[in-house]
């Protein structure tokens, strides 16, 4: 039947393989053309980087002159422990209380897809968009989007396509309210380095590298902590502090068996993820990080990795309003409400998404995946979508999208 169906298409695409860091990133950009075809969507497939396929569908609008309207998910997905599963990641088993295990069932295939389900179902119910809606399926999200959204965001294409409004992910909701995103923190991967005199494993001296390491690592779990405190106490949430977490160490002696033990090294490294609000002062931690944490003084260097400015082209803070100033903020309110869907209060996202590419050019862009009664697994051992929620998400999208693509059509030419 008609469920049964939906199911087997997400299915389908969950099954294919595009974990980094080898996504095979043509058999999705195959499974979205040939969904797009059963669909009669207008469809392109780009490469702006040889082999990292941007598909952009489009579903023509009446009235070509308004804004048009931007759904945006990406294609890859993280990878996997396989041994670490209860069922194989891409093998998109339903256990028999109908939860869908599959690494990128909730971090988004489940998005992408159910766009396409709801634009099914409108174009079934004879529905005719008064503005494009395009649909951009984008590689390389996970690994900071460089060669996929952030390329078709800089591109005279993009341009052309005249968008007005931008929706991407979200995350699920543990409760029945859908949590949806305004704004997100900005990545800042800093790797601090520290070099110093090797010497005995015996002899205490001052600047070895692991020492001037140390000092610096004392000082990041401090600020650290003023910032988890605030989340602790219930003065911030989540994503209004700045997050710094190590995620590698690197210092020692390789040895056949195992480090060398009575050498002091002469180099250390070590890796920060850390994300910062869009309302905080970017330059004041960047401050801090030349002359704390990797201060000159102590033998330090640091560089980043990865950096995002909390600000957008114009020097504003990347924030969507959520008020009467945003009519598609309005619009989302109303039709999910409609759909029988409850919005929690709008947040930060905590993490980072390719919305940050739409939002720095000045475009609104909301996050926003409906899941709720769903625990967050998003990069989690046994990632699972229940279907029930999936097939609800498609009723939402439904209603979201054809009230955007709705929008305006009241109006004619000359009173816009
Ligand atoms: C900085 S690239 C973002 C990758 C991923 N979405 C994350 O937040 O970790
Ligand atoms: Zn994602
Ligand atoms: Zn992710």
Not at 18 to 26: F, L, V
Not at 100 to 112: E, L
Not at 242 to 265: C, H, I, R, Y
Not at 277 to 288: F, H, N, T, V
């Amino acid at each position: 039947d008609d469920q049964s169906e939906i199911i087997s298409r997400f299915q389908s695409y969950l099954r294919i393989d595009t974990a980094h860091p080898n996504p095979d990133y043509h058999a999705a950009a195959d499974f979205i053309n040939a969904q797009a075809k059963s669909l009669s969507l207008e469809s392109q497939t780009i490469e702006f980087v040889v082999g990292k396929p941007l598909v952009l569908l489009k579903w023509p609008g009446k009235r070509r002159d308004l804004p048009s309207i931007l759904l945006n998910s990406h294609t890859d997905v993280v990878p996997a422990e396989h041994g670490k599963w209860s069922l194989h990641p891409f093998g998109a088993e339903v256990d028999a209380s109908g939860r869908i295990f599959a690494r990128g069932s909730q971090d988004m295939k489940c998005v992408g897809m159910q766009y396409l389900e709801a634009i099914r179902k409108l174009k079934s119910s004879g529905f005719e968009p008064v503005r494009d809606v395009y649909l951009s399926f984008v590689p390389d999200e996970e690994i900071g989007g460089h060669d996929g959204a952030e390329k078709l965001a800089h591109s005279d294409l993009f341009k052309q396509l005249n968008v007005g409004i931008v929706l991407d992910e979200g995350l699920a909701s543990p409760d029945a309210n859908y949590r949806v995103f305004y704004a997100e923190r900005s990545p800042m991967w800093t790797v601090i380095k520290a070099v110093g005199a090797p010497g005995h494993g015996a002899k205490l001296y001052d600047n070895t590298a692991m020492e001037n390491l140390l000092k610096s690592i004392e000082s990041v779990r401090k600020f650290r902590e003023s910032q988890f405190d605030m989340v602790k106490a219930g003065l911030k949430a989540e994503g209004e502090v700045v997050s710094v977490n190590m995620v590698f160490l690197k210092a020692g002696t390789p040895s056949p068996t195992g480090f060398v033990m009575n050498l002091q090294p002469s180099e250390a490294e070590a890796g920060f993820d850390i994300r910062v609000p869009p309302i905080y002062d970017q330059a004041s931690l960047e401050k801090r990080i030349a002359e704390e944490w990797a201060p000159a003084a102590r033998n330090m260097t640091f560089y980043y990795k990865q950096k995002a400015s909390v600000l957008d082209k114009s020097g504003r803070p990347m924030l969507t309003a959520t008020d009467n100033s945003n009519p598609w903020w309005l619009l989302l309110e109303e039709a999910v409400k409609k759909a029988n869907g409850k919005l929690a209060k709008p947040e930060i996202f905590p993490a980072s998404t390719d919305a940050r590419y739409f939002r720095e050019l000045g475009l609104p862009a909301i996050g926003f995946s409906p899941m709720a009664n769903t625990p967050i697994l998003l990069h989690d051992h046994n990632e699972f979508l229940n279907q029930d929620e999936y097939l609800k998400g498609i009723d939402i999208y439904t209603s979201v999208i054809k009230a955007y693509a709705s929008y305006g059509g009241e109006w004619t030419r000359d009173e816009l």
